[in-house]
């Protein structure tokens, strides 16, 4: 860190501060999904801490969703999809009980964001994608304390929440970010000379470029020590995920870039470092569990007793570290590139590996094929203009290309990969038609 103002996300400095023993009026977005349901856990075993007063989803799994908010008695639930809104009312009212009041609903695109801009103290961003931009910043704007797990909206509106952020008003919920806010915290700015961010590796450390050439989705989810969602889970196995969250610590942080260390740990006990000036490296270290870093979240300045597991220093255990294969991972060398650039090349960064990634799931691209298109389409939109201030429009329209582009380039691939086959099988037949006629 240097003498600049303060950074995004700095833990000597407390937003909204709440007097001992109160509790937290909290939001919830992304209720339904691995964070969004973490967070409830915790928070329904500390009644006395947190209290729920909104949910959104987006509206897949409607049944969780009146669940949710018929334990918490939240006063809102927001749904995107406006035709989930029947059903959610029909399973409100089997929880609630017939004539009983239900929950305000809010539906459509927006919902989330007027949802973040309601009255509470704390705003949990579980949002998954660049789509929870506007409820960070309807979040910052409204004045709530923001506990960030959404890095894409960080990540391709990083000026637009630097522009807003009031000092603290920002906390990592990421595990890596909330591991460097700790460690950052045993010093001062000017003694901080580096940030390590560790990676588990996914599931094909270790693995070359030529041997990941032929992986399936199934073997792409199977992460060896994280239980997450589909889209994080394959960001992990690119390692997307670590280089978005590189560009996401020099945000925070207020880091150079060359001054952001990856470097993989398998184990995923030790979540990120600081080295300091004088030598010393801090390590936040837990088992792999998100419950901790949610409950920094929610809960900073103060630790919510129990929120995570604790090592058993009984047994023995082995932590090992390794340097990152950049040839065959090449995602966290794009992203240092597009963090580099700024302006609007990491929204076209993310937004084209979102594509890709759905490719993949769908079968139009092999694993290799989503590193090679996001870099074919970041390399197609080159360096964003200079000297004119980023605006939501500018994100919107740049996503919007980075979007039609990959589709185009995806189809390309899949209808390339079908022709090739219908190729080889042609010619298997006709080889085995030779053999018969022998």
Known sequence: MTDSPAPLAD???VFDPVAEGGSRDVVILGSTGSIGTQAIDLVLRNPDRFRVTGLSAAGGRIELLAEQAHQLRVRTVAVAREDAVPALREALTARYGAGQPLPEILAGPDAATHLAATACHTVLNGITGSIGLAPTLAALEAGRTLALA??????????????????????PVDSEHAALFQALAAGTRADVRKLVVTASGGPFRGRTKAQLADVTVADALAHPTWAMGPVITINSATLVNKGLEVIEAHLLYDIPFDRIEVVVHPQSYVHSMVEFTDGSTLAQ??????????????????????????????KASTWEFFPLDTEAFPAVGLARHVGQLAGTAPAVFNAANEECVEAFRGGALPFNGIMETVTRVVEEHGTPRTGTSLTVADVLEAETWAR?????????????????????????NAQQAAEARA
Do not use: C, Y
């Not at 409950?295 to 630790?303: H, K, V």
């Not at 390339?416 to 042609?426: D, H, K, L, N, V």
């Open 11 to 13: 833990p000597h400095l």
């Open 150 to 171: 959404n890095k894409e909206s960080l990540i391709v509106g990083g000026p637009l929440v630097k522009a807003l952020a009031k000092p603290g008003q920002i906390i």
């Open 285 to 314: 270290a837990t088992p792999p569990d998100m419950r901790g870093p949610i409950a920094i979240g929610l809960g900073w300045p103060e630790r919510v007793p129990d929120a995570a597991p604790t090592f058993d220093w009984s």
């Open 404 to 428: 039609t582009r990959t589709r185009e380039l995806t189809q390309r691939t899949k209808t390339q990969r079908e022709m090739t086959q219908q190729a080889s099988a042609q010619q298997a």
